[in-house]
């Protein structure tokens, strides 16, 4: 995850004057890097190795996530979790921490990973399976990209490079 922020700093930054061609590759680039990304994250959401997700990976996660047990994930909680090992990876974690906390109480529980379930079974047929896990997530981080790597540019401190 790291190596990839870094990647999209360094062409961010060295892009800005070259050609309309090279923005193109560059964007491509992106587009793969995101593809990976999500790749990593959907391997890591299907705990149960059975090629969906499903409500016992969303358990999984949400009871590794709760680490006082209070069967909610508030976001202190979600933040330094997801960070743990990429304090860069803040804004991207209180981005998905919005997302979701749906009913937006400040705190993850059950009835908003119902709901946020739902939102991600886009053909409603009760199941997300890897394509609807994977076409959703892209959008989700290439937004959240974009707004990180924007943040990065326009403050003294560049929060990606850790
Ligand atoms: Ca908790
Ligand atoms: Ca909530
Ligand atoms: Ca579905």
Redesign the pocket.
């Known amino acids: 995850m790291m190596f990839f922020l870094a990647v999209l700093f360094i062409c961010y930054t060295t892009c800005a004057s070259q050609t309309t061609h090279s923005v193109n590759a560059q964007l491509a680039k992106f587009r793969s890097l995101v593809a990976q990304e999500v790749d990593v994250l959907f391997t890591r959401a299907d705990a149960n190795h059975n090629h969906g997700f499903d409500v016992d990976d969303m358990n999984s996660i949400f009871t590794d996530y709760?680490?006082?047990?209070?069967?909610?994930?508030?976001e202190t909680?979600w933040v330094s979790q997801f960070t743990h090992n990429a304090p860069g990876l803040n804004l991207v974690a209180k981005g998905l921490f919005l997302e979701l906390d749906m009913d937006r109480s400040g705190c993850i529980t059950q009835g908003d990973l119902q709901l946020y379930y739902n939102k991600i079974d886009t053909n409603h047929d009760h199941n997300v399976d890897e394509a609807e896990f994977k076409a959703y997530f892209t959008e989700v981080l290439t937004i959240l990209y974009v707004i990180a790597i924007e943040t990065s540019r326009t403050t003294t401190a560049l929060p990606l490079v850790s």
């Open positions: 709760d680490k006082d047990n209070n069967s909610a994930v508030c909680e």
